[in-house]
């Protein structure tokens, strides 16, 4: 066999186990979503007797799915800007301010991503405890993220940083650019998709975390991920499950395809470690 | 360095690396102190070992810990099994190679507790999976999958979770190896074996080192996988933290700490065994 037939062998074997691998799960999540609780959905069916999308309706009235989203979306736009603003002037060090031990900075960037998400969420809420903190969850889970995906947004931005090219900058000074127009004029055109990647890393991995607003935020502070994990525990409906598991992944893949093109436009994707 | 320079420095990481620094450096330093007694919040603060001593003793914890050790390094082993032919076939692009190489990171955009769901809807009693098995006649009646005692399916997610990880990581590497080297690997006879143990895995130890560290912090860690679809007989260290920590805080603590050093301790113990194996020991 010539090495084209093997691999386009190879390809249709590839795509019959990736139907199964993400078509299959993903259908039956969304027939799930529509099973009418009139008629349940037996085995000897293969599809619901009957689809209505009361399941959907009725989470948005009878659940706590509302502030649960609420929370989440006002959660992670803050958390990203936050995020983007402490990252900027370290970021800026790292890439263009030479100093010994940059190496080791580097490095200690990476250390939330190290300590594993439980034990921070467990013994941050201890310290919150220790200091007598515990009157805003929200204000409490939005410090935890911000810090817990710092290490995203300052290794996109110092790449980015590295980017801006120095005879720009001098040829700004040179004209006598001011510092804010310095940085308008040299500096940003250079940023502008590594900010953009930053705010859509942070958002993301912020709508996504369940360890920190699960320990942090209960019992009465849900989000999306925590309501979803509750109704997958201790009263697991099935259907109501499958709303929540659509709700939270279509429109976070909807914004990784669009960070994925950004990133493909601007840096190399290694730095999200998500591309 | 002069001093204003100096300044300069420190300023410009405080937002960023100095909070991350001092609210991590915390965190480890209360899980630490806890598990000795101290910091107490419900009464006195006495420095002790009874919470080790009496942890070390109890079987719960000590399951946990054989427990999640066996799940970090099987999860982080098979994600890059299964990454390390995908990533060699990927290596050269072909019609085609761009969607298969989508459709392999789609995993990655998928939330983990979304992945959990997807997957115990698939293998549940008289879920599809299930009916597939009776259908084509290999079983009688349908079968109990979720919660298995081996938990192969909390194996399963990981290695669905985390290949595609792998695969970024390995792709990268695998691709940096010029081709002459494998040519000429190829014209002196070289296997495709002997290609992949002699040339491309040395070659890209280092991105799998990566790979097999950071699936193992995340699998030894693990916590929503376990819960959902891990056998109801026996915890994993995360899972029996939260637990504890009803009770006890400094209990929990002694558990954090025990699965922190499991992670830092595992992690170099999987970089070194990887460059062992692949290089041998007096090579550099």
Redesign the interface.
């Known amino acids: 066999m010539t090495q084209a037939k093997i691999n386009s062998f190879l390809m249709g074997v590839l795509l019959a186990i990736c139907t199964i691998w993400l078509l299959v799960p993903f259908t039956m999540a969304i027939l799930w979503s529509l099973v009418d609780p009139a008629q349940p959905w037996t085995p000897d069916h293969l599809l619901p007797p009957q689809m209505s999308t009361y399941r959907w309706t009725n989470m948005w009235e009878n659940s706590a799915l509302k502030p649960a989203l609420l929370n989440s979306y006002t959660l992670a736009p803050i958390t990203a800007i936050v995020t983007l603003l402490l990252a900027m002037p370290t970021s800026y060090c790292l890439a263009r301010v030479p100093f010994p031990g940059r190496e080791v900075a580097k490095l200690l960037v990476l250390l939330p991503l190290v300590v594993p998400g439980f034990v921070t969420a467990i013994f941050f809420t201890a310290i919150l405890f220790q200091l007598g903190l515990t009157q805003s969850r929200f204000l409490a889970i939005l410090i935890a993220h911000c810090v817990l995906f710092l290490p995203y947004a300052i290794r996109t931005l110092t790449v980015g940083f590295e980017q801006v090219r120095q005879d720009h900058i001098d040829a700004a000074r040179d004209l006598g650019a001011s510092p804010i127009a310095r940085f308008r004029a040299a500096y940003l055109p250079a940023l502008r998709p590594s900010i953009f990647a930053s705010l859509l890393i942070v958002f993301i991995q912020s709508i996504e975390e369940f360890a920190i607003a699960f320990i942090v935020g209960s019992p009465d502070f849900t989000t999306v991920p925590t309501l979803l994990f509750s109704r997958l525990g201790q009263d697991f409906i099935r259907p109501d499950a499958a709303v929540l598991s659509l709700i939270l992944v279509v429109p976070n893949v909807i914004l990784m395809l669009f960070l994925e093109a950004l990133l493909k436009s601007a840096n190399p994707t290694l730095s999200s470690g998500k591309g | 360095?002069t001093w204003r320079?100096?300044a300069?420095?420190l300023?410009?990481?405080?937002?960023?690396?100095g909070?991350?620094?001092s609210?991590?450096g915390?965190?480890?330093y209360?899980?630490i102190a806890?598990s000795f007694g101290l910091?107490n919040?419900n009464g006195d603060s006495v420095f002790t070992v009874a919470h080790w001593a009496e942890m070390l003793d109890r079987k719960l914890y000590t399951r946990a810990v054989t427990y999640s050790i066996y799940i970090g390094v099987w999860s982080a082993i098979l994600a890059v099994a299964f990454a390390y032919p995908l990533a060699i076939?990927l290596r050269k692009p072909?019609?085609?190679s761009i969607i298969?190489g989508a459709?392999?990171k789609?995993?990655?955009?998928?939330?983990?507790?979304?992945a959990?769901?997807?997957?115990?809807?698939?293998i549940?009693y008289?879920?599809?999976f299930n009916?597939l098995m009776q259908a084509i006649g290999l079983w009688d009646e349908p079968r109990r999958l979720q919660n298995d005692r081996g938990a192969i399916g909390v194996l399963f997610l990981q290695t669905?979770k985390n290949m595609p990880?792998a695969l970024?990581?390995l792709t990268?590497a695998v691709q940096a190896i010029p081709d002459d080297v494998l040519d000429a690997a190829r014209d002196m006879g070289a296997g495709t074996f002997a290609r992949f143990r002699k040339i491309i895995a040395p070659l890209s130890l280092s991105a799998m080192q990566a790979a097999l560290v950071?699936i193992f912090?995340g699998a030894?860690?693990d916590?929503?996988f376990q819960?959902?679809a891990g056998p109801t007989n026996r915890q994993s260290l995360?899972q029996l933290?939260?637990f504890v920590?009803q009770t006890s805080?400094h209990e929990?603590?002694v558990v954090?700490v025990t699965?922190?050093v499991i992670?830092?301790a595992g992690s170099l113990l999987l970089a070194i065994a990887a460059r062992l194996i692949l290089k041998g020991p007096f090579s550099r």
Request: glycine share 8%; net charge positive.
């Open positions: 360095m320079r100096c300069t420095v300023l410009l990481l405080m937002p960023g690396l909070l991350i620094v609210l991590i915390m965190v480890v209360v899980a806890q910091y919040l076939w072909f019609r085609g298969i459709i392999l789609a995993p990655l955009l998928v939330q983990g507790l979304v959990a769901f997807l997957f115990i809807n698939v549940s008289h879920g599809i009916q669905w990880f970024l990581l990268g950071i912090i030894v860690a916590f929503s819960v959902i995360a933290m939260v920590r805080w929990a603590a954090g699965l922190m992670a830092l």
